[in-house]
């Protein structure tokens, strides 16, 4: 029994030993996560990878019907705009649903680049249909419209501003929305609109409105014009370099009080990374192949799932600068008509409004990290060997001036309608943008802006 009671003893004291000697390694100790509570630190801890569950390849747009069968649904809300209605894409879908014997009804008036009007329209469709499940046929502004009819239609008694972005709306959280079906590469909680008074892009931003399922079909990049595969192109360019340089997330203020209310862009983290990286890589090999080419089914393919592995990265690390000043770029719009795009408004493309800054965004944002941002004009194929890290900003500008150019892309601002003059009205539509631009690694002031869209006017 002494034995006993002192072998007891020893292992009292080597147990208190090691509590106060805990390890303090992520991987293997409780102490870490009791010192990280949101009430004792200021910035975030943790992030979550969430995305779209994604299917790809050559015709599973016929598959479509099948999954709404399998789900149920009994009264289908088929959205598209009025140029892809007559196209193969959306032929292709209706005819899968038809085969199925799925109900549905289509809404063809999806604005290019949506506004709160174009938004209220789909949304009455919606609450007049009753719908139980929602089909998006086309790009980002047709996908976005979507979302937006589908959650208002959930929430039938909801003012419009409910659920959109502070500080221009409410931001109330979004508690529940039900089946999304979306064709594209759609894997993000975000749906971007012009908020016309204001003349400046917002949106509404949860997981909840991720579509469930996306349909990724390579097929119908085949009737994309050259300068809307360009542009949308761009588009996925910014979102793999934003992402990849945004503020990392152990640095993004403040810390959720509860994981719930993490917010979707979470700043740059160790996956979103692998994403960004890959996207950048499949941009660099096949952007231009794609829009010199519209026949080039590898090239057109591979941008596809480019804008797949880009979303994932950027629908959870975020974007910062370069969308942050393209809303009022895009919303601020005079006469621009864009080629390729057969609409009647005038129309800088999100893609090009996003791209036109990204020179000197990077310029301004590489003494945050200059390491990544060598590495993506390296990425891009840029000779980086010799490069020092005060080089960073001008290796990564120069490398994009010169791939826009390549592209022919308008020279700066000046090339789509803006002045100098236009400046201040630029600076204050991006001022409320905080969503993306708080999320930019280096921090800004209205000076700061006001620099970046002066040095943006002219890019050659």
Known sequence: MVKMAAARDRVVRLLLQLERAACRCPAHSHTLYQGVTCSERKTDYAFEMASSNIRYGE???????????????????VMTDKNLCRLPPVMAVVESLANSGVPFKMYNSVRVEPTDGSFKDAIAFAKRGGFDAYVAVGGGSVIDTCKAANLYSCHPDARFLDFVNAPIGRGKPVTTVPTTAGTGSETTGVAIFDYEPLKAKTGIASRALRPTLGVVDPRHTLSMPSRVAANSGFDVL??????????????????????????????????????????????????????????????????????????????????????????????????????????EHALVPHGLSVVLTAPAVFGFTAPACPERHLEAARILGADVSRAKRADAGAVLADTLRRFLYEMRVEDGLAAVGYREEDVPALVRGTLPQERVTKLSPREHSEEDLTRLFEASMKLY
């Open 59 to 77: 015709g599973v747009s016929r598959e479509i019907g099948m999954d709404l069968q399998n789900l149920g649904a009994r009264n289908v809300c």
């Open 238 to 343: 910014c979102h793999a370099l934003e992402s990849y340089t945004a503020l990392p997330y152990r640095r993004r203020a403040p810390c959720p009080p509860d994981p719930l209310s993490r917010p979707a862009y979470q700043g740059s983290n160790p996956i979103s990374d692998v994403w960004a990286r890959h996207a950048l890589g499949v941009v660099a090999k096949y952007l231009k192949r794609a829009v010199r080419d519209p026949e080039d089914v590898e090239a057109r393919s591979g941008m596809h799932l480019a804008s797949v592995f880009a979303g994932i990265g950027f629908g959870n690390a975020g974007v910062h600068l370069c969308h942050g000043m393209s809303y009022p770029i895009a919303g601020n719009v005079k006469t621009h008509k864009a080629d390729g795009y057969d609409v």
